[in-house]
């Protein structure tokens, strides 16, 4: 395939606060992707330039249905039943392939022209006029509103927020720019700490869960981002006062022998992109110790409702 390669632009994690000329989109929860299409050949490639063409041939022959030579940026992103986002049904590509969709935002390449100079509303012309339907592949869809109704939208459809553009923005291949911006929706529950990962180095992660409704806790996963040296230095004067022999968690992680159990006394607030289908806590984050919280009022319908 003889096409022009590109690395992805990506948005800096900055809200707007007073500029203008910003359109905002969906910021989709799934695969990057880029899809290289010439005459019909399709090489649909990650943002680390890896071939994705194995891993969903039905979008790749959605794609070869166009003959135009041309190279999209877009999101390969899965659908409940109920049409929600879900980033886990990702990795079931095979079993859920009806679910997966390629959401195209912007053209880098049309017809022998680079349109990376471009602004950003002359690309979406071009869009507009190249991806047509809601199948397989669809174009993503504009946000009407100001900033903040389309943030107040995106949590309320349970999305991981928005991306604004600058209207008169280029396109910068391999480039993190403020001419995008991306604003994520973020959660935060209060857990139990169930019990120190450790190694020779010391403390690497704490399990947390949440009691359910019949008084077991439900093991929600690790969390070490955030953790200072103050709060590992913490934890690990902790173990002589928690350790336990006993696993506290209904389900617990595999015991590699690294595990040091706590009895369910200190809770700590965590912050969160997603509770998947199989609960477990995406991109959890340590906020701080909850002192002043009592571990059985960490439960699930308490948390996540």
């Known amino acids: ?51 994705l063409n194995a891993r969903f041939p039905y979008l790749v022959r959605r794609l070869q249905e166009n003959k135009a030579q041309m190279v999209l940026d877009g999101e390969v992103v899965a659908f409940t039943e109920e049409g929600r986002v879900d980033f886990s049904l990702l990795q079931q590509a095979q079993k859920s392939a009806d679910q997966i969709r390629y959401v195209v935002f912007d053209v880098l390449y049309y017809l022998g022209e680079n349109l990376c100079s ?51 923005s280029p396109y910068f291949p391999g480039t993190r720019s403020p001419l995008w911006r991306k604003q994520k929706i973020k959660r935060d529950l209060d857990c139990i700490v169930a019990g120190l990962k450790v190694d020779c180095k010391g403390v690497r ?25 103050v709060e590992l230095d913490f934890l690990r004067k902790s173990v002589r006062l928690l350790a336990s022999d006993h ?26 992109s997603e509770l998947t289908p199989q609960k477990r ?18 439960n699930m319908d308490g948390e996540l409702s």
């Open 1 to 51: 395939m003889s096409l022009m390669r590109f690395k992805p632009m990506l948005p800096v994690d900055q809200p707007l606060i007073n500029e203008t000329g910003f359109i905002h989109e969906i910021k989709w929860d799934g695969y990057r992707a880029l899809a290289y299409l010439d005459q019909g050949a399709v090489s649909l490639e990650s943002r680390n330039g890896r071939n």
């Open 247 to 272: 696993c506290p968690l209904l389900n617990p992680p595999k015991d590699d022998g690294s595990w040091i159990w706590f009895r369910p006394f200190l809770v700590a607030e965590v912050e969160y």
């Open 118 to 168: 471009k602004p950003w509303h002359q690309r979406r012309q071009y869009l507009d006029t190249l991806i047509e339907g809601e199948g397989l592949v669809f174009l993503s869809p504009l946000l009407p509103w100001d900033v903040q109704q389309c943030f107040s939208f995106a949590a309320e459809h349970q999305l991981e927020g928005i991306v604004s553009k600058q209207m008169d």
């Open 205 to 229: 992660s704490m399990a947390v869960g949440l009691y359910q409704s019949n008084e077991k806790c439900l093991y929600l996963g690790n969390v070490g981002s955030g953790l200072g040296q």
């Open 281 to 298: 806590l995406r991109h959890p984050v340590f906020l701080r110790f909850r002192l002043d919280k009592k571990p059985e009022d960490c």
